[in-house]
């Protein structure tokens, strides 16, 4: 081979080289892959909150699973969307009414055991080729129940999934058992991966308190479209924000919006990524991962996980680039040789 075919190579070689620094890069807060966040587990395939759905939701590549916390009348925290049990429940043909009411507060945890989740939007009672492992997998779990499958299915699959709990009502009760609950499995350090979320500063702030008492370090996350000036002072108790990205107006997610959230140090979990059909819903993934988010809520986990492996098989790794540049230096050797 010539001098000159060597050179050739080498600037082939990076041409190669600058195409693969000019491709997609990743712009979230801390430079990994975002994460796909199972949106009330399955609940586009499965009925929302039940063990079936989360399980299918980590089959089809979810990184967090997350259940919704309510409080039984006898103190148990159950995983449960609404405050009240009818829309998502067989309540009213099983038990009725306690108080003129179907509140999960009105109901023992033996009484709510009895029920059954049925599917809401474009949910169904199965999907195809998927059997899920636990009893009485469509009923309405326990926290402890949920924190148990994640741990197997971790177990199962040899990845640690994740678990995204939300205190839904501001209740020091419930912001005790959270912590207990989760100290009791093991949870504690910022680097677990567990994030405790609420739409109530206010919550977080006790959260974290309690937490500094007790040495833990659990990550938080303020849900809503806070306002971009707002951020540093947010910064100061949680480590993230969740807006909804069908939210408009001045505090709409964009891409300035995410990226000032990141200014502040922190994280972005954006919700609902709703859309069913894989086309629109690709685009969508697309458009929000470019601008950097860290994180989606989605209905459709093999979606979400789809949309974001494609991204990251864009972006070029650390290591082709020092074997791109160790190429270079090895074919710049030799042409000196050669011209010697």
Known sequence: ???YKYQALALAL???????????????????????????????????HTLAGYELAVKLGADYIEPDLQLTKDGFLVAM????????????????????????????LAEIKQLTVLPTGTGQTSYPGFTPSSPNAMRVPTFDEVIALAQAQSALTGRTVGIYPEAKISDPMMEDKILSTLAAFGYGKSSDKVFIQSFSLDTLKSIRDKQNLLGMTIQEVFLGNSAAGSFA???????????????????AVTAAYIQA???AGLLVHGYTFAQPDPALAAVQFDKYFGWGMDGVFTNYSDLGATARDVLM????????????????????GLARKRRA
């Open 81 to 108: 969307h609404d405050t009240t049990l009818n829309r998502t429940t067989n309540v009213a043909a099983v038990l009725g009414k306690r108080n003129n009411s179907y509140n999960v507060s009105g109901y023992t």
């Open 233 to 251: 002072d947010i910064a100061k108790t949680v480590n993230g924000i969740g807006p909804s990205i069908s939210g408009g107006g001045a505090n």
């Open 261 to 263: 959230a990141h200014t």
């Open 14 to 48: 990076a041409a190669c080289f600058a195409q693969q620094a000019d491709a997609t890069t990743l712009n979230t807060l801390n430079g990994q892959a975002p994460l796909v966040i199972a949106h009330r587990g399955a609940s586009g395939y499965l009925p929302e």
């Open 313 to 332: 098989a864009a972006v070029p790794e650390p290591s082709s680039y020092a074997l791109m540049l160790g190429g270079l230096a090895l074919l710049g």
């Open 1 to 3: 081979m010539t001098v």
